[in-house]
């Protein structure tokens, strides 16, 4: 997996990074696979909206790393990432707390959880100075289908269940993403039984060649696809079914003139791109047109690995 995180000396903490939400240019789903998850092939780019890690000591006393993120309950993927990561490295640096600042929407389709989980890799392979891309890349398979890609935030064509990835280059002009968020939540789990329910798996055949269409498609850096089928989300109608408003929300963004308008990974957020040299001008203006809307609408950006590089703390 080239460009993930390598070992290397040891920084010192505290140590922040930014963990970008992502969205699918194209999803495209297959069958079930033995270990109960999906076939699947997309292009995962990761955009500037993103959560702020901290990893640090934690105060005296403590026996046990803590993650502090006031916005989840119960177990956050983060923690999972933070013991796998020790179990699996065998670093033994004193309890630590991991501090997540949320602003990607929770069960929004946007990848959060898996971004915070992947960022907690970053931090933890910098502050120990352990942690290979193997050993990373192995952990995250572990943790979700969405964590490998944001492993190493950018643009990743990724089959499997999202383990199997290819790099592909950055848009080469810009790329815009306006993100409306949900005042729902999906669940992914009911997303995909949803689309089991619908029949909407694809024959293995079929997903070979929209990988290799996908790969084509963006190899020379072209911000989306000329063939608007390309971005298609196999997920969108189970998610309608679940959640009729996205069908409303679709419609709000074709209206915004957003070049193209889909469901964001298993949703309910809806998304609108704009590529060329004004396409940050362009989908600021669809968020202005959208202002009535709650929660209010986001531009973000296309973004790569630097974005998101652990760095110390002064």
Same mark, same amino acid.
């Given at each position: 997996m080239t460009g993930a995180t390598s070992s290397s000396q040891a920084m010192a903490l505290p140590l922040r990074a930014l963990a970008p939400a992502k969205i699918n240019l194209g999803l495209f789903v297959g069958p079930t696979r033995a270990d109960g998850r999906h076939e699947l092939v997309s292009v995962m780019q990761a955009i500037s909206l993103a959560d702020e890690l901290t990893l640090e000591r934690a105060p005296e006393g403590g026996e046990h790393?803590?993650?502090?993120?006031?916005?989840?309950?119960?177990?956050?993927?983060?923690?999972?990432?933070?013991?796998?990561? &020790? @179990?699996? *490295?065998?670093?033994?640096?004193?309890?630590?707390?991991?501090? =997540?600042?949320?602003?990607?929407?929770?069960?929004?389709?946007?990848g959060g959880g898996s971004a915070d989980a992947a960022a907690s890799l970053r931090l933890a392979s910098a502050a120990s100075g352990l942690g290979d891309e193997s050993l990373l890349l192995a952990i995250a398979q572990q943790l979700g289908a969405d964590v490998p890609a944001l492993l190493a935030p950018g643009r990743w064509l990724a089959e499997g269940a999202g383990e199997r990835l290819r790099p592909l280059l950055p848009p080469a002009s810009p790329l815009a993403v306006l993100v409306l968020p949900s005042a729902s939540h999906l669940s992914t789990a009911d997303v995909y039984a949803a689309a089991d329910r619908l029949s909407i798996a694809r024959e293995t055949d079929s997903l070979v060649e929209l990988a290799c269409a996908l790969r084509l498609a963006f190899e020379q850096g072209a911000?989306?696809? &000329? @063939?608007? *089928?390309?971005?298609?989300?196999?997920?969108?109608?189970?998610? =309608?079914?679940?959640?009729p408003d996205i069908k409303r929300m679709l419609a709000r963004v074709r209206e915004s003139r957003a070049e193209i308008a889909l469901l964001s990974g298993s949703g309910p957020t809806v998304i609108g791109l704009f590529s060329g040299p004004d396409a940050i001008d362009r989908a600021r203006q669809a968020a202005q047109s959208l202002g009535d809307l709650a929660p209010a609408p986001i531009v973000a950006v296309a973004v790569q690995l630097d974005f998101a590089q652990a760095h110390s703390v002064a």
């Open positions: 790393d803590e993650v502090v993120c006031a916005a989840v309950t119960g177990e956050n993927l983060a923690a999972r990432a933070l013991q796998r990561f &020790r @179990e699996a *490295s065998g670093w033994e640096e004193r309890p630590l707390r991991l501090t =997540i600042k949320k602003r990607i929407p929770l069960a929004a389709g946007l911000p989306l696809p &000329r @063939e608007e *089928s390309l971005l298609d989300n196999d997920l969108q109608a189970a998610a =309608i079914e679940l959640c």
